[in-house]
């Protein structure tokens, strides 16, 4: 049964061609065809069930009021971002090298191979900066700093600080370790930068992974770097690289090592492998994790502790910043990416237990609720938000569950004081008793499909001020622009 008509790429040619996603037992396929290389068949998600139940989640954004660029080819082609896209920048991404010291195996970026150096300089970097925060009605919030490993550029402290100049209320570094590890006043310097979140590649609890990702068993430094990041207080956010057959088994053991950590690591956003730079593609369907694979997962190897039903997709958290919107008067990031691009959940640890938030708190009612008051606010005029808040404040906590809330967690309270008393520091105290369970796929050019790509919320930025969507970026322009801007190594 054909689900829907789209566009997708040829992984050979990469030229855009026509694709249909379809049902077939119980699987989601997508299938083009290119006039010079043929036919490819592939699996997009493997469960029509949780395939439509991440649907009901889908709201679209309205893009950019002042895109860079034009329409002049077929999506993704016009990358820039151009007046098709539909959504803003929620991260944004600057690649600062493509120096890497490692050559792992398996690298979308293909990092630290070719004979050039692609390494924008600090005004560079400020202007790409700039940028993202020309971004209209929203200017980006957030930063992650990538490569390449962004942590062998001297000057990457200074970095950080430049983009809280720049405004950016979030900084982040993609990175795999081995200088947080080595060096344990990098971690303090960082965080007296300002630095969030250190985003650690860690694919694993024993060597096993790392030998067949990375080459080489990287886990003591992953360690190292843990300890090192606790003793600076720089909270860590694990990414795990998913390959069937390699890490997969781990899944449950990478979640229960999160919680053990949780004094210092904030989440885990699994990323099942995607098929683009030095990623080997002879194997795409006996290696590929789709996001049901990947929620099945989770329940067999917690034991049921967290279930399929206790994820949503990102654009599911919509009502919340419509709410601030409506409370604030003032455009607020939304993630109106699609709604087949990831999945999370919120747990929470008590004791040895696993508790996710939706086993406490209605989380549908409490979206429905947030929606109708922001409804509400924007139909009416002050005096009416002063009444929706207080009606809010009142039926917000009903959505709360406190027999089977964690003991040490005060959800009504912290619900008050962010709704009643609009005291946002209270979501403080939630996320230091959670940790964010996620899983981010992207997409490579055998599922690449033209709809999520026009809603992407995650974008590089890149020297010629153009603003890419993650996926167009690996599957298509990463090569060209690295060659633009890059100068020969010396011999």
């Known amino acids: 049964m054909v689900i829907k008509k789209t566009k997708s790429l040829c992984p050979h040619c990469l030229r855009v061609v026509d694709a249909e996603v379809y049902e077939e037992h119980n699987q989601i396929m997508i299938k083009k065809e290119c006039p010079e290389h043929g036919i490819y068949e592939n699996t997009y998600w ?65 990092a630290a191979v070719s004979r ?36 062998v550029r001297k000057d990457i402290v200074d970095l950080i600080k430049l983009a809280k100049e720049e405004g950016f209320s979030h900084t982040q570094i993609a990175t795999n370790g081995i200088k947080l590890a080595t060096n344990p006043q990098l971690a303090k310097d960082l965080k007296d930068a300002e630095l969030n979140t250190v985003y650690l590649q860690f694919d694993g609890v024993t060597e096993e992974p790392y030998l067949k990702n990375r080459g080489k068993n990287l886990l003591p430094w992953k360690l190292e770097a843990i300890e090192n990041c606790r003793q600076a207080d720089l909270g860590i956010v694990l990414v795990p690289t998913l390959v069937k057959g390699i890490n997969d088994h781990q899944i449950g053991d990478i979640i229960r090592f999160a919680m053990e950590n949780i004094d210092i690591i904030r989440g885990v956003n699994f990323q099942p492998v995607s098929f683009a730079g030095r990623t080997p593609a002879n194997r795409v369907e006996e290696q590929r994790i789709t996001i049901p694979d990947f929620e099945k997962l989770v329940e067999e190897q917690t034991n049921f502790q967290i279930k399929i039903d206790d994820f949503y997709p990102p654009s599911s958290i919509i009502p919340i910043s ?23 959940t919120y747990i929470f640890i008590d004791h ?104 992407c919320v995650i974008h590089y930025a890149v020297p010629d001020g153009r603003i890419i969507p993650f996926c167009s970026m690996n599957a298509i322009y990463r090569q060209d622009i690295e060659k633009k801007f890059s100068k020969p190594l010396k011999s």
């Open 46 to 110: 493997s469960s029509e069930e949780i395939y439509e139940k991440a649907s009901e989640y889908d709201t679209r954004g309205e893009g950019l009021e002042n895109p860079q660029t034009k329409i002049t080819n077929e999506c993704p082609l016009n990358c820039g971002l151009c007046p098709e896209h539909e959504s803003h920048t929620v991260l944004g991404l600057i690649d600062v090298t493509n120096r890497c010291n490692l050559r792992c195996p398996i690298c979308f970026a293909n």
């Open 116 to 151: 050039y150096l692609y390494e924008p300089s600090y005004e560079d970097i400020r202007q790409m900066l700039k940028n993202l925060r020309s971004n209209r009605p929203v200017p980006t919030p957030a930063i992650q700093y990538a490569g390449g490993e962004p942590t």
């Open 322 to 344: 419509d709410f601030i919107a409506a409370m604030e008067g003032d455009d607020q990031v939304t993630f109106t990416c699609h709604p087949h691009c990831g999945s999370a």
């Open 352 to 455: 040895d237990e696993i508790i996710p938030i939706n086993r406490f708190v209605d989380v549908d009612r409490f979206f429905e609720l947030l929606a109708k008051s922001s409804d509400d606010i924007k139909d009416g005029g002050i005096v009416s938000k002063a009444k929706v808040v207080a009606r809010a404040s009142v039926e917000l906590p009903k959505t709360v569950h406190p027999s089977k809330a964690p003991g040490s967690l005060d959800i009504k309270n912290i619900l008050l004081n962010v709704f009643k008393d609009r005291s946002y520091d209270a979501l403080g105290d939630f996320h230091h008793k959670t940790l964010l369970i996620s899983c981010m796929h992207f997409m490579d050019p055998w599922n690449f499909d033209q709809d999520r790509v026009k809603r």
